[in-house]
């Protein structure tokens, strides 16, 4: 086996063991391979070995490799194209044309520019973006996100958080697929652990507040924490050094 297979075996039997032990079905969480800054070969090769979800967090990126990848593989590859960064407002039509997902939905301006483009671009019919609403719930890792660092005491957060849910869904080309966040980074396990908890309380919270027949899906937990992700709740977990290794700068 190669370096990359090893290593993504070990990743697909650790979400196992960890859903297991969270009395979890593994096939309930959804393995996103990061590739930011990985090049199209890569991807090729992580194709080969069997993965079909790709993370990129910048949208010149996806649009570049995208194309390349499809020209390889045809568009009918089963591969489904995650973008989970921050997304800023004059790059909205690259992630409208080249994003399957969409994990990281903090500002209304932005689901606006998306659905108008998404109508355009789809032409006969408007296509459709799976999207998470990223929520800054620890309120150490950055800015990034819908205020939710107090939303269990604070009724203007709730109603914040409620509000731009129930405007995504209504939305022309975006549905509401669930909840993002990250953890901050270098906490202890402990707090880490916490913020996905309260991630995952926060989803429920919505989700009844919204009368939504299923569960909202939940993008948390990377390479240093997905175990703990998983033990909370996450649906996908976005991974990256754990199966390509420490990655080169841009
Ligand atoms: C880079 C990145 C990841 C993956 O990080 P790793 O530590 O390499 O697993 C996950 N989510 C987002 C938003 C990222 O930018």
């Known amino acids: 086996m190669t370096t990359l297979e090893t290593r993504y075996h070990d990743v697909l039997q650790s ?47 996806l649009a570049e490799k995208r194309p390349l990848v499809e020209t390889q593989l045809g568009s009918d590859s089963g591969i489904v194209w995650h973008f989970i960064g921050t997304l800023q407002s004059r790059k909205t039509n690259l992630v409208a044309d080249f994003a399957d ?13 998306l659905s108008r483009q998404l109508q355009e671009n789809g032409k006969a019919s408007t296509r459709h973006l799976p999207t998470f609403l990223e929520l800054n719930v620890s309120g150490e890792m950055s800015k990034s996100g819908v205020n939710a660092t107090d939303w269990e005491n604070s009724a203007t957060q709730r109603q914040e958080i409620r509000t731009f849910g129930e405007t995504v869904a209504k939305l022309p080309g975006l549905s509401l697929q669930g909840l993002m966040t990250m953890a901050p980074w270098e906490a202890d396990p402990d707090f880490i652990r916490t913020v996905f908890k309260r991630t995952r309380l926060l989803a429920e919270w919505l989700q009844e507040e919204m009368g939504l027949e299923r569960p909202l899906a939940l993008s948390m937990g990377m390479t240093d924490d997905y175990q703990l992700a998983i033990a909370e709740g996450a649906t996908h977990v976005r991974v990256g050094r ?9």
């Open 15 to 61: 979400i196992q063991q960890t859903a297991q032990q969270a009395k979890r079905n593994p096939d309930d969480i959804n393995l996103v391979a990061v590739t930011k800054t990985w090049p199209v070969e890569t991807i090729l090769e992580a194709y080969a070995v069997g993965m079909r979800h790709f993370g990129e967090n910048r949208a010149e990126e």
């Open 101 to 113: 997902t969409f994990h990281a939905l903090d500002r209304l301006k932005i689901a606006n520019r």
């Open 242 to 250: 754990a199966i390509f290794g420490e990655r080169q700068t841009y």
